[in-house]
C-alpha cells in the first residue's frame, strides 16, 4: 500500500476508462457502430478500459430484445469490454441519490407545468429544438398546484469545454437550455442525471459518443459540478446521415447491422472516423484487424463536422 502522501505516477494520470452506451430502442445501426468503433479503439489505443452500458433507463422507448440482440452485434463484431455490462434499470438508487442530493443542496425544485402551459407561456427556443422553459415554477409552485416533475437550476454564464475533435463549445444554459428536467412527470430519471451519475460511479474519464450529444455536454458539466463529481473529457465523432440529411436511427430505418458483415463494415466506420484502410485490412480476421486498428488508431484525423453520409 502506498502510505506517501506524494501522488505517485499511477495516481496522477488515472487509466483511461472509456464506455459504449447504448439505448436499447431497436438494433444497432451503422451510426451506433461508428460511437462504438470511436470509444473502443480510443479506449485501447490509450491502454484503457471499456465498459458497455445499457442505457434502459427510459422505459417507454426500450424494445424488448434489443438488448441481446445489441451484445450479440457487439460480441459478433469482436469487441471486447472490461467488467460486467451496466443496465441503468437497476441502478434506479444511484440516481436516487444524486437527486436527492441536489435537492438538499437547494439547486432543483420542483414543477407543476404541463407541456400546454409551457407552450403558452415559453418565448424561445432551446437548443434542443423545443420550447425553452421559462422559469415559470422557478420561485416555487403556483397555489395548491403539484408537483409533476423536478428541474434544475442553470445559471446565466457561459460552459465553454474543449472537445477533443469538435473544437472548443461553448454553450449558455440558461439562455440556451433553460432549467433541465431531472425527474420526469412519468416517474422516470432523466438521461441527463443518470449519464452523469453513472460515468462518475463507473470512473469513466473519457467519453467519445456521438455529435448529437455535444449540445448535452454543458448540462452534463454543470450536472457534475454540482454533484461535486469529476466529469470526464469529451470527444464527439460526427453522426452518419442518409442521402435526405437525416441522423441514421430507428426512426429513419436505418438498416440493423450483422456481423456477417464482418471486417468489411468495421472498415467502412474506420473510414468514416477519418482513418486510412489499406486494402489489406479488410481482408484480416477480426482480431489482426482489431490489433493493426489499435495501433492506426489517431483521433485527430476524425473529421470536425456535425455530420457525414453514411456510404
Ligand atoms: N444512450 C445514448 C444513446 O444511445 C448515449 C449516451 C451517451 O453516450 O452519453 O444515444
Known amino acids: 500500500m502506498n502510505t506517501n502522501s506524494e501522488p505517485t505516477p499511477a495516481d496522477a494520470i488515472p487509466r483511461y476508462r472509456g464506455r459504449f452506451a447504448p439505448s436499447p430502442t431497436g438494433p444497432l445501426h451503422f451510426g451506433s457502430l461508428v460511437a462504438a468503433v470511436g470509444s473502443y479503439l480510443d479506449a485501447k489505443a490509450n491502454g484503457g478500459e471499456w465498459l458497455v452500458r445499457i442505457e434502459d433507463i427510459d422505459a417507454p422507448r426500450t424494445q424488448p430484445g434489443a438488448t441481446d440482440?445489441?451484445?450479440?452485434?457487439?460480441?459478433?463484431?469482436?469487441?471486447?469490454?472490461?467488467?460486467e455490462v451496466v443496465f441503468q434499470s437497476r441502478r434506479l438508487d444511484l440516481y436516487h441519490a444524486a437527486l436527492v442530493r441536489l435537492q438538499l443542496a437547494g439547486l432543483t425544485y420542483p414543477c407543476s407545468c404541463s407541456r400546454g402551459e409551457i407552450a403558452a407561456s415559453a418565448t424561445r427556443r432551446s437548443v434542443d429544438g423545443g420550447l425553452l422553459y421559462p422559469g415559470s415554477c422557478r420561485a416555487g409552485l403556483r397555489e395548491g398546484a403539484a408537483a409533476r416533475a423536478w428541474r434544475l437550476r442553470v445559471p446565466d454564464r457561459e460552459f465553454a469545454f474543449q472537445d477533443r475533435i469538435?473544437?472548443?463549445?461553448r454553450q449558455n444554459l440558461e439562455r440556451e437550455?433553460?432549467?433541465?428536467?431531472?425527474?420526469?412527470?412519468?416517474?422516470?430519471?432523466?438521461?441527463?442525471?443518470?449519464?452523469?451519475?453513472?460515468?462518475?460511479?463507473?470512473?469513466?474519464?473519457?467519453?467519445?459518443?456521438?455529435?448529437?450529444?455535444?449540445?448535452?455536454?454543458a448540462r452534463q458539466i454543470w450536472l457534475s459540478q454540482c454533484l461535486g463529481l469529476p466529469a470526464p473529457s469529451y470527444a464527439h465523432v460526427p453522426v452518419a446521415v442518409n442521402p435526405a440529411g437525416e441522423k441514421l436511427s430507428k426512426q429513419t430505418q436505418a438498416p440493423a447491422i450483422d456481423p456477417a458483415q464482418g471486417v468489411g463494415l468495421l472498415a467502412r466506420a474506420?473510414?468514416?472516423?477519418?482513418?486510412?484502410?489499406?486494402?489489406?485490412?479488410?481482408?484480416?480476421?477480426?482480431?489482426?484487424?482489431?490489433?493493426?486498428?489499435?495501433?492506426?488508431?489517431?483521433?485527430?484525423?476524425v473529421h470536425a463536422v456535425r455530420a457525414i453520409l453514411a456510404e
Open 177 to 217: 437550455v433553460g432549467d433541465f428536467v431531472l425527474l420526469r412527470a412519468d416517474g422516470q430519471y432523466a438521461y441527463q442525471l443518470a449519464v452523469v451519475a453513472d460515468d462518475a460511479a463507473q470512473a469513466v474519464n473519457a467519453v467519445v459518443r456521438g455529435v448529437d450529444l455535444l449540445d448535452s455536454t
Open 270 to 301: 474506420l473510414r468514416f472516423l477519418g482513418q486510412p484502410v489499406p486494402t489489406e485490412a479488410k481482408k484480416m480476421e477480426l482480431a489482426d484487424f482489431w490489433r493493426w486498428a489499435t495501433g492506426a488508431w489517431n483521433i485527430a484525423r
Open 69 to 83: 440482440g445489441i451484445l450479440r452485434t457487439l460480441e459478433g463484431f469482436g469487441f471486447e469490454w472490461d467488467g
Open 166 to 169: 469538435q473544437g472548443e463549445a
